[in-house]
T-cell receptor, first 111, second 115 residues
Framework: DAGVIQSPRHEVTEMGQEVTLRCKPI?????LFWYRQTMMRGLELLIY????????DSGMPEDRFSAKMPNASFSTLKIQPSEPRDSAVYFC?????????FGEGSRLTVL | AQSVTQLGSHVSVSEGALVLLRCNYS??????LFWYVQYPNQGLQLLLK??????LVKGINGFEAEFKKSETSFHLTKPSAHMSDAAEYFC?????????????FGQGTTLQVKP
């Protein structure tokens, strides 16, 4: 079975550009989570969805960040405009019940 | 609010030695506790979890952890370290195991295994 699929795996962009990260959760999982990992702050929960509905976005840093889940098999995390401090590894995870299954992450570098 | 503290950001052991990674939690409700492992350039993988029932939990790759409510701890152990155990380990807590639950992670402990 395919796991959580994230794209792109690596993204290098310049400050001010729009960045879109994509996630395909495991089929049948009805919760989806976006985490950010940095050396300074560790793993931070940005937002999570349950049955495609955003439940808690209190971790989203600011209005430059937005996330959508238009259907059960796809989610996006968008940063517009991007800043150097957004450089991090962004993980998507899906969950059937009480256990998270992580993708391999999208490493974002903003110059 | 829930929180997790992992004692020691780096732990170094010799191959064949006991591995002990420490985790203490804070929770106002009965916690659900998890250990995840992250290998370089990969996502996190579940090692083991405690929800209810037996307090000694066995996971993959020979790891186990014991939930001690009186000590608010959930330390991870392995009797004999292997070189392939070198990775970063995360302890996490949730307030509920259901679909809407979300995990609060500790800062992680990097395990180094020396030959």
């Amino acid at each position: 079975d395919a796991g959580v699929i994230q794209s792109p795996r690596h993204e290098v962009t310049e400050m001010g550009q729009e960045v879109t990260l994509r996630c395909k959760p495991i089929s049948g999982h009805n919760s989806l989570f976006w985490y950010r990992q940095t050396m300074m702050r560790g793993l931070e929960l940005l937002i999570y969805f349950n049955n495609n509905v955003p439940i808690d976005d209190s971790g989203m840093p600011e209005d430059r960040f937005s996330a959508k889940m238009p259907n059960a098999s796809f989610s996006t995390l968008k940063i517009q405009p991007s800043e150097p401090r957004d450089s991090a590894v962004y993980f998507c995870a899906s969950s059937p019940w009480g256990e998270l299954f992580f993708g391999e992450g999208s490493r974002l570098t903003v110059l | 609010a829930q929180s997790v503290t992992q004692l020691g950001s780096h732990v170094s052991v010799s191959e064949g030695a006991l591995v002990l990674l420490r985790c203490n939690y804070s929770s106002s409700v009965p916690p659900y506790l998890f250990w995840y492992v992250q290998y370089p350039n990969q996502g996190l993988q579940l090692l083991l979890k405690y929800t209810t029932g037996a307090t000694l939990v066995k996971g993959i790759n020979g790891f186990e952890a014991e939930f001690k409510k009186s000590e608010t701890s959930f330390h991870l152990t392995k009797p004999s370290a292997h070189m392939s155990d070198a990775a970063e380990y995360f302890c996490a807590v949730s307030d509920r195991p259901g679909n809407a639950g979300k995990l609060i992670f500790g800062q992680g402990t990097t395990l180094q295994v020396k030959p």
